[in-house]
């Protein structure tokens, strides 16, 4: 284990990398060492002293900041300081607003917190990365999420791929005949139930073949699937295909 005066030696952005390599001597230096940052972090959101013994918000403070270290890539364009007082601002906000009855109680204007960085740059740079981090987050969720549920139609992430079909003007037209599948209100209705397709009505209802029906089933169904949940990320894939 390296001594601390060893530590502050050793750039920041190199001892994240460690820690995310593994090196949890150095994560817990760096959660010592960072704690008047986080508390200031945390002051500046809640316009007040915050007491690290006492404050909730400085433990909320404290898991941003052990969270940003495991989030951060250098590759980004921002300091980790940037980055990091980001995302604890952004989790005592979320803190803040789901805890408080009087949600206008306190100020949550951005602007005062800004203005505490010295280069405008990283801020914004810092506030895209840690979005990008939450969409990614968002989106793994939600694609467990679609996993179980394609389960339930006996079909399975990893065999998508192998039924998609090969051209664009093919897959178009299965999505358009999800879409047609999904906006019967009759037709919806059987696949909840029997969780397959109802070929023999839905030929009647498309212009696609019972034979290209019956080939693209479990994509035409996984189709379905994302059109009749709610899957943000997943449906932003077939905006404007097959409409």
Known sequence: MLASSLLEEIPLEEMVESVQNGDTNVQNYLLRAYQPFIA???????????DPKRDDE?????????EAIFSYSATR????LSF?????????IDYIRYNSRRPHSISLDEKYDEEQMENPIEVVVAKEAYQEEQNNIHRREEIVEFKEKLSQYKLTFSELTEVSP???????????????????????????????????????????????????RKFI???????????????????????
């Open 221 to 243: 169904l996984a189709i379905f699937i994302i059109l009749s949940e709610d899957y943000h990320y997943l449906k932003d894939y077939l905006k404007g295909v097959g409409e």
């Open 84 to 92: 990091a007082k980001i995302v604890i601002k952004r989790k005592i």
């Open 166 to 216: 090969k051209h664009k003007d093919a897959r178009d037209s299965a999505v358009k005949v999800a879409r047609t599948l999904y906006e019967d209100r009759e037709l919806s209705k059987y696949v909840y139930l029997k969780r397959k397709l109802p070929i023999k009505d839905l030929v009647n209802k498309v212009e696609v073949s019972k034979k290209t029906l019956e080939r693209n």
């Open 58 to 66: 400085y433990s909320i403070g404290l898991s941003a900041f052990n």
């Open 77 to 80: 364009g921002c300091s980790f």
């Open 40 to 50: 200031k972090c945390a002051s500046e959101v809640c316009k007040r002293y915050i």
